[in-house]
């Protein structure tokens, strides 16, 4: 009988370990699924293919409060061939972002494609990211921490032709004003 009883503590006590387990498991997750997640990165301008924009987004399912950047180098304020302004002063890189929606970003008008290669080389820009859960109830909840880095060579070779309708537009107002022209 004490065999049996014993047997049956030591299940017990296993399926206990193992519910413990799993309801801390399904947390972790839950509270990574619903944490702010920011990041910065390149991408090419939608309006000018040739223009590179620095873009911070909450790709998390949160908000973010009081978003500050660090960088292991100085950022240029704008990066263009013949143009390179090496000291950003002012912007949200700068001063922070006090709340970022998830989802939402902030888009900034880097530089072309040379001044950018110029500027960084065939190096890279990592950006600290600090920020908190914007909403969170957790009196002990701490600062979050990502890294992420501004690089250029990923963009050799992207295609940067101009196609947009603006473009489409402004080729045809310049056929329209050179037949005008020519009537006169």
């Known amino acids: ?21 799993s309801s801390a ?21 939608n309006d000018a293919k040739t223009i590179l924009n620095i873009v911070i ?17 100085l950022l240029p304020h704008r990066a263009f061939h013949g143009d390179a302004r090496t000291d950003m002063k002012d912007s949200a890189f700068i001063t922070g972002i006090p709340f970022l929606a998830p989802g939402s970003s902030r888009v900034f ?6 001044g950018i290669k110029n500027f960084i080389g065939d190096e890279k820009i990592k950006v600290t990211t600090t920020f908190s859960k914007a909403n969170s109830r957790n009196p002990l909840s701490r600062k979050i921490v990502n890294e992420s880095y501004i690089e250029i060579l990923s963009m050799v070779n992207v295609d940067a032709s101009d196609n947009s309708n603006c473009r489409k537009i402004a080729d045809n107002l310049s056929k329209i004003e050179e037949a005008l022209v020519k009537l006169k």
């Open 1 to 21: 009988m004490d065999v049996l009883q014993t047997g049956g503590f030591v299940v017990n006590v296993l399926t206990m370990v193992v519910a413990i387990g």
């Open 25 to 45: 498991i399904s947390y972790l997750v839950y509270k990574d699924s619903t944490s702010p997640d920011v990041i910065v990165y390149l991408e090419q301008n």
């Open 57 to 73: 987004k909450n790709i998390g399912k949160s908000a973010a409060k009081d978003v500050k950047f660090s960088f292991d180098r």
């Open 109 to 114: 008008m880097f530089g072309d494609f040379k």
